[in-house]
C-alpha cells in the first residue's frame, strides 16, 4: 500500500461518548434535535438584526440627503424656463428664494427628509 493510503487506513473517527449522538445521527434528525427555546431566541435575534440592518440603511440614505442639501444652500434667483432654454435676466415680481439647512437628525417623525 502506499503511504497516503496507510496513512487513511490508520485514522481513526472520533467516536461519540455513550448517550451522544454522532455526527451522522444528528444530521439525519433535522431541526428535532433543536428545543422550542433555540427557535424563539433565533426568531428574535433575527428580527432584532433586520431593525437594526434598516436603521443604517436609513441613516445611510439620510446622510447623503443631507451632503446633497448642502449643495442646496444659499440665496438663489428665479428665471423663466421656455422650452429648454433659461432666459439670461431674473423673473420680474420674484423674490430671492433662500434656502436654509435643517438639522441632520431630525427630532421627530413630524418632519420630512
Known amino acids: 500500500m502506499s503511504e497516503i493510503a496507510t496513512a487513511r487506513a490508520s485514522k481513526t473517527c472520533l467516536k461519540a461518548s455513550p448517550g451522544q449522538l454522532n455526527y451522522n445521527e444528528r444530521m439525519s434528525q433535522g431541526s428535532a434535535g433543536i428545543g422550542f427555546a433555540e427557535i424563539v431566541t433565533n426568531i428574535i435575534a433575527g428580527f432584532v438584526t433586520s431593525i437594526i440592518a434598516i436603521l443604517l440603511w436609513e441613516l445611510n440614505l439620510r446622510f447623503r ?3 446633497a442639501a448642502c449643495k442646496l444652500v444659499g440665496t438663489w434667483v ?7 432654454n433659461i432666459d439670461t435676466t431674473p423673473m420680474q415680481g420674484a423674490g430671492l428664494t433662500v434656502v436654509s439647512l435643517t ?3 431630525r427630532e421627530g417623525a413630524e418632519r420630512g427628509v
Do not use: G, S, T, V
Request: no cysteine; net charge positive.
Open 65 to 67: 440627503a443631507y451632503k
Open 78 to 84: 428665479a428665471y423663466k424656463i421656455h422650452d429648454r
Open 103 to 105: 438639522r441632520f437628525i
